[in-house]
T-cell receptor, first 111, second 110 residues
Framework: SQQGEEDPQALSIQEGENATMNCSYK?????LQWYRQNSGRGLVHLIL?????REKHSGRLRVTLDTSKKSSSLLITASRAADTASYFC???????????FGTGTRLTIIP | SQTIHQWPATLVQPVGSPLSLECTVE??????LYWYRQAAGRGLQLLFY??????ISSEVPQNLSASRPQDRQFILSSKKLLLSDSGFYLC?????????FGQGTRLTVV
């Protein structure tokens, strides 16, 4: 399976702390994307990083990509209670627009 | 702007009954369309994707089928539901990269 895997599966931190989630994948990718899912809802796109990029920022989000290790990390700085959600990475491979999702990290921010 | 509609939001169906979930997209043409299933607390499993009318790729063998009768319409069906078909079904579309999701259908087979 080309499915990515996130770790940890679950993460609980205090509000204001930083949260880091990791994603590993198996084959060469065109891009990697991170999504957020609030409980019982659809997924919302957060950020995309291309295979020739190593780091990207969007507001309080920072994404890194290490293609040699086939891994990515999502950092959420200064977490807020509203950041409580599940976070998924998704990969897209060259010549294939299909999006394959990882298993997700359930993030809980404790007020 | 583009929007995606998925309905119904929740559905309770008896074992052996048929299923039809519909997804429509507005504001774009020739989108790639996807059906995913998500078990409780789990990741997304890609069921079907389509790059055009009548073009369906199935990712896993199962009790479900998909059809794309129109450019912006994607339908997930079953002739006879199984208990194991219960789950959260998500429709999505993308053009090249970023995907946009519907709000999902919670299917419970009883």
């Amino acid at each position: 399976s080309q499915q990515g895997e996130e770790d940890p599966q679950a993460l609980s931190i205090q509000e204001g702390e930083n949260a880091t989630m990791n994603c590993s994948y198996k084959t060469s990718i065109n891009n990697l994307q991170w999504y957020r899912q609030n409980s019982g809802r659809g997924l919302v796109h957060l950020i995309l990083i291309r295979s020739n990029e190593r780091e990207k920022h969007s507001g309080r989000l920072r994404v890194t990509l290490d293609t040699s290790k086939k891994s990515s990390s999502l950092l959420i700085t200064a977490s807020r209670a509203a950041d409580t959600a599940s976070y998924f990475c998704a990969t897209q491979y060259f010549g294939n627009e299909k999006l394959t999702f990882g298993t997700g990290t359930r993030l809980t921010i404790i007020p | 702007s583009q929007t995606i509609h998925q309905w119904p939001a929740t559905l309770v169906q008896p074992v052996g009954s048929p299923l039809s979930l519909e997804c429509t997209v507005e504001g774009t043409s020739n989108p790639n369309l996807y059906w995913y299933r998500q078990a409780a607390g789990r990741g997304l499993q890609l069921l079907f994707y389509s790059v055009g009318i009548g073009q369906i790729s199935s990712e896993v063998p199962q009790n479900l089928s998909a059809s794309r009768p129109q450019d912006r319409q994607f339908i997930l069906s079953s002739k006879k539901l199984l208990l194991s078909d219960s789950g959260f079904y998500l429709c999505a579309w993308n053009a090249n990269t970023e995907a946009f999701f519907g709000q999902g259908t919670r299917l419970t087979v009883v």
